[in-house]
Nanobody, 120 residues
């Protein structure tokens, strides 16, 4: 069974930084795209950033130049470095892995979510 385990959320003051990590475990052969989504209270879940196995990245406009996504393919781990955090970045952040091929076939997976709270 494949699992995504997130870490690194917490409470930070505006202007501060946090680094999120998400490790995929299990008998994984390959992962196409890994990324981060966030869902603020009462709002829909939106893409924050994503990175392909080849290193191509995509960012939400609101986080460009503040957040950086990176990936260690050998460890099946994706990171999100978040700088210059703003109160509006407060949300539950979910790790997503698309096109995860394992002994169970190929499918998408979600992490359990980690809370990021930015105080003003």
């Amino acid at each position: 069974q494949v699992q995504l385990v997130e870490s690194g959320g917490g409470l930070v003051q505006a202007g501060g930084s946090l680094r999120l990590s998400c490790a995929a475990s299990g008998s994984i052969f390959s992962i196409n795209t890994m990324g981060w989504y966030r869902q603020a209270l009462g709002k829909q879940r939106d893409l924050v950033a994503a990175i392909t196995s080849g290193g191509s990245t995509n960012y939400a406009t609101s986080v460009k130049d503040r957040f950086t996504i990176s990936r260690d393919n050998a460890k099946n781990t994706v990171y999100l470095q978040m700088n210059s955090l703003k109160p509006e970045d407060t949300a539950v952040y979910y790790c997503n892995a698309r096109g995860v091929c394992s002994g169970y076939g190929c499918r998408d997976y979600w992490g359990q979510g980690t809370q990021v709270t930015v105080s003003s």
